[in-house]
């Protein structure tokens, strides 16, 4: 589903661009179909940078990436189109309501049963009594429940997930934890970045820890927690890369 070889990102910073940020650095995996694979690692280790390569939102220094059998350089939009992906930060338009904004996408999606498909995830996300509701005027959660409705409700066969768990309260987090788990029974495939590492345990079947960019962990999530639990072997993974 996802490959990639050598993938790199450098970013030219400073007011003159004379100094070289490596935000990504030679990064090769790959991730089966029907995996949920954990891509984890602390602030500006290199997730979200990848996560944009992947989906063809920016061009990769060197390396290549193909998902879905396509090579992302040169099929971004294609791409886009197949995976259903939730940003870190981005929200929904301010000026659409809940239901406006999901309407928009079913159509941009060439979704048959909108109504079906929206009344959906309005119901899921507890929606229903704000899906006129501007945007701009949801709480920080409810934008959060629209991002995840909008990526789910084309039913994309592979998931592009940045802390999708965030602002959601406990009650969501499960609800969205076991829906998961129910794609993941189904054969989807889900790219899974988030810093709550208890919900990442239970989900992941296979994992990356990155850290400045590079890979300082990866393998099966059971095999890596024989002896510990993730939260303890992310910690020390991180820290003993720090001081190296």
Sequence with gaps: MIKTQGLTKKFKIGKKEETELVAVDNLTLEVERGEVFGFLGPNGAGKTTTVRMLTGLIRPTSGS???????VRDHGVRVRDMVGIVPEVESPPSYLT??????FVAQVRRIDDVEKRIDRWLKFFDLEDTKGTLCKDLSKGMRQKVMLSAAFIHEPQLLFLDEPFVNLDPIYQHKLR???????GQGRTIFLCSHILEIAQKLCQEM?????GKVVASGRVEDLTVNEDLESLFLRMVSEDAST
Aim: zero cysteines; charged letters at 20%; hydrophobic letters at 50%.
């Design 65 to 71: 990436a193909q998902v879905l059998g396509l090579e």
């Design 98 to 103: 809940a239901y406006e904004f999901l309407y």
């Design 178 to 184: 076991e829906y998961l788990l129910e794609l993941r």
């Design 208 to 212: 990356v820890i990155l850290n400045h």
